[in-house]
């Protein structure tokens, strides 16, 4: 038996419940241990006389009064146990509900079966507290029942299924919140659901999805992004989740939001002034620190996934992790909400009421303090002072509304007249015009005339994206990294004014910067519903959005030049990868042909993606060879078409630019030439028809699609063809005649690459290791050092 404590008249709630917490903890002990099926089960055979709402009470106020005086005895940041433990009771007795409700309803209308014949589960959504796991002992709960799809019972009197759901749903809120000699079980909310209260109280799950993409607004975005599944069919709980989160979620950085969001937070403002010592709604309380994670969460996590998900706890650590909060805002955030919670909960048990106020009794509070792991009263109210104004500040710093601009010198208002004239404001709404206005004021201050002009030119692009213009004005980091970038070169200042989308990389940490194809592919996202338009955009803006990415960890000299050509080669190979399969699923569905498979079709790139040294608006020089060495007509006509549809991919333009420009003049004869030709033949033609030029254009190769037997048969090939013995006269007169002919057509002079080259074409017989180099410097320095080319 556990010594009865002399505080424990501070809390009535676990005093009434004293002899069930004894019980309680001779079998269990601690959290860590507890079983609720086994605890409910051998419940119900010690009361087999208690009827379901009897049984479900009493379990829910005892297992809770143990559970808050397992709570006493942990330390803040372990609280997080005991809220994740009351959700998992709650949980556990809506399911009991649901269960005796299912039955209830069957016994008289049957069962509801869909199109395919088998019986329909009602879904319970918890919102909220329950909904983040994260409950509080006395909160009440938000539901939301919906139901699969629309059917009939098969009972001897059936129902039509919005009829059957809707009275299991009432039959559910009966058993949980009507109140009894024994209390209730919770009070249940149905608030949240569509069209509120004045609608029906169960929908179906294409209704819910029509009403929310159709209707809901930024608070509900709000509230299902705490929505988690506690009763029903987990396919269709996890289908209807799914089917929300594109609501809940932009693809793109939302930055439209944030206007809504300064409403919510005036609202907020103002129930502050009204609820001042209420832990919950007071200045700097929990609502405070949940409305920034959330608010976090909404903006970014549309691109960046690890941000979702229901629960306020683990948010901290990640959005961290996303350099969305600094470690020391995350630091202060985590403890005041642990802290903030523990106190709440701690009122709670005092009279098992939803209150979120201290005590006003002195001696309440010392107990309350005590309970906390304090000395007393004082100690905890400077505690909580201190907790309350590190969150508002933190709150007020990341939602300040955009003020006014500094004050300007007559210099600086000169400059920024200039700048005045660059604009149309009259096209402008009032409001977007004073963002633009302090924008341009904070700009004149940061940065010089030139750059000013640029920015402009941005300002004009990102003026009807008002949500643009709020970001730069709220993050000063960014608004100077914008400055620094247009004074950085002319990529910048002309991609960012083309595709101002990219702007949203700067409110994204640096990515991991990888030059391989393997590391492009860790970001590579894209929708597999998309149809051919949506995904050659999502291609697209892959691109951009990658290049803008390399270019700027170059100029933040995160990369040397030489990373910055290999990151645009390594992005080239995964584009191109993505590409072929693309295209040969949709030649598939066009062309029947069973015999060729994704893997088939080599690609061997020349020039600078072989060297990988590509440059930003290098093309690709490319041969199709495909590794089939008696392919039939039907073959033959499936092979052209699918590099039809590849090249097509690569080079048709669209809203964000095309892919990469293509040279195929490579490929055996040329323009005359076939699109795609085998191997075989490949390989003879380099053996016996091929000009020296295109041994020349060999020597800088890679096959850069194709598995490691196909990389080894097209390096032998190299290498037989490139140490053949030549005349070292025919080789140079060949390479000086291809010279000038490209100077003719209005080429750039070659005459120092092609020495190069045909030094390697005539020497590479007696240094075959001249073969194993494939980059211009490389073979120079090492035709040098055989002493076969001058200085």
């Not at 601690?30 to 049984?55: E, N």
């Not at 009972?155 to 009894?180: C, N, S, W």
């Not at 909960?345 to 107990?367: F, I, K, T, W, Y």
């Amino acid at each position: 038996m556990i010594t009865r404590p002399s505080w424990l008249c501070a809390f009535p709630f676990i005093e009434r419940n004293w002899l069930e917490i004894n019980q309680l903890q001779e079998k269990w002990n601690s959290i860590d241990g507890y079983d609720l099926a086994t605890d409910w089960t051998a419940f119900k055979a010690a009361h087999p006389s208690w009827d379901v709402f009897k049984l479900l009470r009493r379990f829910r106020t005892s297992r809770l009064a143990w559970l808050s005086w397992q709570d006493i005895g942990l330390p803040v940041e372990q609280h997080i146990r005991v809220l994740h433990a009351v959700s998992q009771l709650a949980d556990w007795l809506i399911t009991q509900a649901c269960d005796e409700a299912a039955e209830w309803i069957k016994e008289r209308h049957g069962q509801v079966l869909n199109a395919q014949g088998k019986p329909m589960k009602l879904m319970v959504f918890a919102l909220g507290k329950l909904g983040t796991f994260e409950l509080n002992y006395s909160s009440d709960i938000d539901l939301v029942f919906v139901y699969p799809e629309q059917g009939v019972s098969n009972g001897a009197r059936p129902l039509e299924a919005e009829q059957y759901f809707m009275r299991q749903g009432r039959r559910i809120i009966k058993l949980l919140d009507h109140v009894t000699a024994e209390g209730r079980v919770y009070q249940v909310d149905m608030r949240l659901r569509p069209f509120g209260s004045a609608a029906p109280l169960v929908c179906s799950a294409a209704g819910l999805h029509h009403y929310l993409v159709n209707e809901g607004r930024t608070w509900e975005r709000f509230a299902w992004m705490r929505g988690r599944a506690v009763y029903g069919e987990q396919s269709d709980c996890d289908q209807v989740q799914r089917d929300l989160s594109g609501f809940i979620y932009r693809k793109h950085l939302d930055y439209t939001v944030f206007d809504a969001l300064l409403k919510i937070k005036a609202d907020i403002t103002r129930e502050m002034y009204i609820a001042v010592d209420d832990l919950k709604m007071g200045d700097g309380g929990i609502r405070y620190i949940e409305f920034i994670i959330q608010s976090l969460q909404m903006v970014f996590g549309g691109r960046n996934q690890d941000l979702r998900g229901t629960a306020v706890y683990p948010q901290f650590a990640r959005l961290q992790a996303a350099g969305k909060l600094t470690p020391e805002d995350q630091a202060h955030l985590s403890f005041a909400w642990l802290w903030l919670r523990k106190a709440e909960n701690g009122c709670q048990m005092m009279s098992d009421q939803a209150s979120h106020q201290l005590p006003e009794d002195p001696v309440l509070r010392r107990h309350l303090a005590q309970a906390m792991g304090l000395e007393g009263a004082s100690e905890l109210k400077v505690l909580l002072d201190g907790v309350r104004k590190q969150v508002s500040q933190i709150f007020s710093q990341m939602f300040q509304e955009p003020g006014h601009g500094e004050d300007l010198d007559a210099n600086q208002q000169q400059q920024l007249s200039v700048l005045f004239k660059e604009l149309n404001w009259s096209r402008m709404t009032r409001d977007t015009a004073l963002k633009v206005r302090e924008l341009l004021e904070k700009t004149v201050l940061m940065t010089h005339e030139e750059v000013q002009l640029e920015f402009v030119r941005l300002v004009r692009a990102i003026s009807k994206r008002p949500g643009y213009l709020m970001m730069l004005l709220k993050e000063p980091m960014i608004h100077e990294q914008v400055l620094n970038l247009l004074s950085a070169g002319s990529y910048f200042r002309t991609t960012l004014v083309q595709y101002p989308v990219l702007l949203e990389q700067l409110f994204e940490q640096q990515p991991k910067i990888g030059l391989q194809p393997e590391d492009f592919a860790r970001h590579w996202q894209f929708d597999e519903g998309a149809d051919e338009e949506q995904w050659m955009e999502q291609c697209r803006y892959f691109k951009l959005q990658q290049q803008f990415n390399l270019q700027r960890a170059h100029t933040e000299e995160l990369l040397s030049g030489t990373d910055l050509q290999q990151g645009f080669a390594g992005l080239a190979e995964f584009i191109l990868g993505q590409v072929l399969q693309r295209s040969w699923q949709e030649t598939r569905q066009k062309v029947a042909c069973q015999s060729i498979g994704v893997s088939d079709l080599m690609v061997i790139a020349y020039g600078s993606l072989a060297t990988r040294q590509m440059h930003i608006q290098s093309d690709l020089d490319l041969v199709f060879v495909l590794d089939h060495n008696q392919p039939g007509p039907n073959e033959r006509q499936f092979m052209q078409r699918w590099v039809r549809r590849l090249t097509h991919h690569l080079i048709s333009p669209m809203y964000h630019g095309l892919l990469y420009e293509i040279d195929l003049q490579l490929r055996p004869n040329g323009k005359s030439g076939t699109l795609v030709t085998t191997r075989k033949e490949f390989a003879r033609y380099q053996r016996e028809d091929a000009w020296i030029w295109e041994h020349a254009a060999m020597i800088k190769s890679r096959l850069v699609i194709g598995d490691r037997e196909q990389k080894h048969w097209h390096a032998s090939l190299r290498a037989e063809i490139l140490t053949r013995k030549r005349n070292p006269s025919v080789v140079d007169q060949a390479m000086n005649e291809m010279a000038e002919k490209l100077e003719q057509l209005g080429g750039k002079p070659h005459h120092q690459e092609f020495k190069v080259l045909a030094g390697v074409l005539k020497h590479a017989n007696d240094h075959p290791e001249l073969v194993k180099l494939i980059d211009l410097v490389s073979m120079r320095n090492a035709l040098r050092s055989f002493d076969l080319l001058e200085a």
